[in-house]
């Protein structure tokens, strides 16, 4: 649990270094709204020269058209570390990233996931497949290939242990991915730090979606 809880249950074999800014919010679309129909316009900057004021307005244009529908503010942008980029300072922040030396890259994307057990020595992976019911999958190269020539209709996504704080008796729990599908359960108990169960407290999982869940507890 202790490598699992630093590094997480998954390693990529594929990073992509760079710099980036976003914006994460849950949005509520309009039903009788319609989305653009061109979803073919990509662009790509590789030195600032490439950031014309005319393409960099295109950008801007067509994400504006993409998030019309919602109820979003469009003014700014956050980067990694959580500064806020206001439109009209994204040529200078774009500028001060392609100045930045290599050491101030950050991972902006992981790909080809696997998970993290199978990086741990032979014993102590057999236990993991065996606390997570995963049989004969050590000696299967291609895991997805693996559960769909098995048939395989369920499996153990994630493992974790949540800290339970003073009252009030809810708390809500992120994942650290998003999940394809809310069609997943979740099975819990409370526990002291010692590991010993509390029976006389439910534990009850309600609003699961792909983001995470939140936890209720009664006496």
């Not at 950008?59 to 980067?79: A, G, H, P, R, T």
């Not at 153990?156 to 800290?163: A, D, F, T």
């Amino acid at each position: 649990m202790d490598v699992f809880n630093s590094y997480g249950y998954f390693l990529p074999k594929k990073i992509i270094l760079g710099h980036k800014i976003y914006r994460i919010i849950n949005l509520i679309a309009d039903k009788n709204s319609t989305e653009p129909d061109d979803k073919s316009y990509k662009a790509k900057w590789t030195n600032l020269d490439d950031f014309s004021e005319s393409k960099f307005e295109d950008i801007l244009n067509q994400w504006e058209k993409y998030m019309s529908s919602y109820k979003f503010d469009l003014s700014y942008l956050v980067s990694i570390n959580g500064e806020f980029i206001k439109k009209n300072e994204l040529e200078n922040w774009i500028k001060s990233c392609l100045e930045c030396d290599l050491d101030s890259l950050q991972v902006i994307k992981c790909k080809e996931l696997y998970p993290l057990y199978e990086i741990f020595d032979l014993s102590l992976r057999q236990e993991v497949v065996s606390a997570l019911q995963i049989e004969s999958i050590l000696e299967i190269d291609n895991q997805a290939e693996f559960i769909k020539r098995n048939n395989i209709k369920e499996r153990v996504l994630m493992e974790g242990i949540v800290p339970i704080k003073d009252p009030p008796y809810s708390y809500s729990v992120k994942f650290p991915f998003y999940l394809k599908s809310n069609n997943y359960q979740i099975f819990g108990k409370l526990i002291t730090h010692d590991g010993k169960p509390i029976d006389e407290v439910i534990i009850k999982f309600e609003f699961m979606d792909i983001y995470g869940f939140l936890i209720f507890m009664e006496n």
